[in-house]
C-alpha cells in the first residue's frame, strides 16, 4: 500500500503559500502524480489551493464527477473531437495557435458558452505555446471572440530548478521574454488575465518569476530541488510512503542464488524475506540488488531481480523479523522518492507516478 500524507501536503501548501503569496495552481494530472487525483484535489482546494491543472480531458471529468467546482486548467493540447467533452467539463485550456484557437471557438459556440482560456507563449520550452511575437495578436484574437475569454497568460520554464549559473540564466532570459510579451499584450490594451509561469524549480529559485499564480507540481507533493550544496532548497515533506509486509522468511544456505537470473548468491546462510511488491506494482526492476528497504529499525538489501508481483530482501542471519512484520520500500521513516530517483538516474515524479493502480492509497491525516 501506498500511505499518502494529507498533512504533509497541508504543511507544503503552507510553506509555499508563506515564501510567495501568490495563488496556487495544482498539478494534479497523472492522478496527482500517483498520489490519487480526487483526494489531493479536495484537500489542497480545502486548504486555499485557487486553481487545479490536468493534462488530458478524461482527468478533468474525473474531478468533475467527483464534485470539484474549483477552476481547472487544461495544460495539454487535445485531439479536436475531445473539444466538446472539455467545453461540458468546464476545463480552461492553454492554447497557442490560431488553429486551435478558431477549434475551442467552434466548440465553445456550437455549446452556447463563453470557455476560459489561457495564452500559452513558447519562451524556451520549445513544447507547446505560441512565439513571443505573436502573443499580442493572438491575445486579442481570444479577447475579440464572442465565445472565448482570455482567463489568463502563462509559459514554462525549461530548467528553473536548477541551481547552475547557466541554467539559471536561461531561466532569467526566459522570464524577460515573458515579461516583454505580457507588456506587449498591455500595450495592445487587452487584459492578459491572470500571470502564471512558476513551476517547482521557478517557485524555488526565481522570485521574479512568480507573478499571479504559481503552478508548483512536486514541490508541494514534497520533493525540493537542490541548492549549490545539494541540498534540499525548501523544507517540504514527501507525501508518499511505499509500505508492504514480509510475507515468508526462510533460511538460505551459503552458495544458493535467488530469483531470476540468478544474480544473487548467499555470501553465508541468511534469512531471505519475501515482499509481495514488484515491477508489476511499479516498483523499478533496476532496483533489483540496487537499494535498502526497512524492516524492523534496520535497513536492508533487495536481493535478487525483482520480480512483476515480488521481491526479496537479505534480512541477515541474526534478524529477529518475523512473518507478517511491514516493511518500508520508501518514504516515511526510510530513503524518500527523490532518493530511489538519484539512484535510478531519474526525477521522483517518475517514482511516484509508476506506482500503479494496484496499490492501494490509503490516506493518512
Ligand atoms: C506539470 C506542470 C507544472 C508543474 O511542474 P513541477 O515541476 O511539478 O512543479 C507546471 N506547469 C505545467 C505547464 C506543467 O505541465
Redesign the pocket.
Known amino acids: 500500500m501506498a500511505n499518502i500524507h494529507l498533512d504533509h501536503l497541508r504543511e507544503n501548501i503552507a510553506l509555499v503559500r508563506k515564501k510567495t503569496g501568490k495563488a496556487i495552481?495544482l498539478?494534479v494530472?497523472a492522478d496527482a502524480?500517483g498520489h490519487g487525483a480526487l483526494t489531493i484535489a479536495k484537500t489542497s482546494l480545502a486548504a486555499g489551493v485557487e486553481y487545479l491543472?490536468v493534462?488530458a480531458v478524461e482527468e478533468g471529468e474525473e474531478l468533475r464527477q467527483g464534485g470539484i467546482t474549483a477552476p481547472i486548467m487544461l495544460?495539454?493540447v487535445v485531439l479536436p473531437e475531445e473539444i466538446d467533452a472539455l467545453i461540458a467539463m468546464e476545463l480552461e485550456p492553454?492554447a497557442g495557435d490560431d488553429e486551435y484557437i478558431t477549434a475551442l471557438e467552434g466548440g465553445a459556440a456550437r455549446a452556447g458558452k463563453t470557455l476560459s482560456v489561457h495564452l500559452?507563449i513558447d519562451t524556451g520550452m520549445g513544447r507547446?505555446g505560441c512565439p513571443p511575437g505573436e502573443a499580442a495578436a493572438l491575445a486579442s484574437r481570444i479577447a475579440e471572440s464572442k465565445n472565448l475569454k482570455l482567463a489568463g497568460t502563462?509559459t514554462?520554464f525549461a530548467v528553473s530548478?536548477s541551481a547552475k549559473p547557466e541554467d539559471q540564466a536561461f531561466t532569467s532570459h526566459q522570464w524577460e521574454t515573458f515579461h516583454l510579451a505580457v507588456k506587449s499584450i498591455r500595450d495592445a490594451g487587452i487584459d492578459p488575465g491572470l500571470i502564471h509561469a512558476?513551476?517547482?524549480?521557478a517557485?524555488t529559485f526565481h522570485n521574479d518569476a512568480w507573478f499571479d499564480m504559481i503552478?508548483?507540481?512536486?514541490?508541494?507533493?514534497g520533493y525540493a530541488p537542490e541548492n549549490k550544496e545539494g541540498k534540499p532548497a525548501l523544507a517540504v515533506k514527501p507525501l508518499m510512503e511505499l509500505k508492504s509486509a514480509l510475507v515468508f522468511i526462510k533460511t538460505i544456505k551459503k552458495g544458493q542464488s535467488l530469483s531470476y537470473g540468478r544474480t544473487w548468491t548467499a555470501a553465508e546462510d541468511t534469512l531471505i524475506g519475501t515482499i509481495p511488491l514488484g515491477y508489476g506494482d511499479g516498483l523499478s526492476r533496476l532496483l533489483s540488488n540496487n537499494w535498502q528497504v526497512l524492516a524492523g529499525k534496520e535497513l536492508r538489501p533487495l536481493a535478487g531481480r525483482i520480480c512483476m508481483d515480488q521481491c526479496m530482501v537479505d534480512l541477515g542471519k541474526n534478524s529477529t523479523a518475523r512473518r507478517w512484520d511491514p516493511v518500508t520500500i520508501f518514504g516515511g521513516p526510510a530513503p524518500h522518492a527523490g532518493i530511489m530517483a538519484a539512484r535510478l538516474n531519474t526525477i521522483p515524479?517518475e517514482i511516484t507516478c509508476n506506482i500503479n493502480k494496484r496499490v492501494p492509497r490509503v490516506y493518512i491525516d
Do not use: E, M
Not at 215 to 221: A, D, H, K, M, V
Open positions: 495552481c498539478p494530472k502524480y491543472a493534462a495544460l495539454s492553454l500559452k507547446l502563462a514554462h530548478d512558476a513551476n517547482t524549480g517557485v503552478r508548483p507540481g512536486i514541490l508541494l507533493y515524479y
